[in-house]
């Protein structure tokens, strides 16, 4: 649908909780099993597909999260967007 637009899909950061339960669930929202058989899918599709493709799902550390697994902090997400702006600036530049 993108045309000849390059498109880059990004997986964003999650919350990596710790402590109890931490061993089978990445924080609330997500089972382990299910989260990582989700970036497998993904993955294989992505390389099918040959779409320009960034996994930072775990590039933010736990303690730049702020009220839920999904609200990071202002640092969250400036280190969200510096590595996002340094692979776009390749991504564009390149075409």
């Not at 089978?24 to 990582?36: H, K, L, Q, V």
Request: hydrophobic share 40%; net charge negative.
């Amino acid at each position: 649908m993108a045309g000849e637009a390059p498109l880059l899909i990004v997986n964003e950061p999650i919350f990596i909780a710790s402590g109890e339960n931490s061993e089978i669930r990445y924080n609330d929202f997500y089972p382990r099993w299910a989260y990582d058989l989700y970036r497998v899918y993904l993955d294989e599709t992505i390389r099918a597909e040959n779409i320009n493709y960034l996994d930072f799902w775990n590039a933010v550390p736990a303690a730049e999260f702020t009220d839920s697994p999904f609200h990071r902090s202002a640092v969250g997400e400036k280190i969200l967007a510096d590595l996002i702006s340094s692979q776009l600036l390749n991504l564009t530049c390149s075409q």
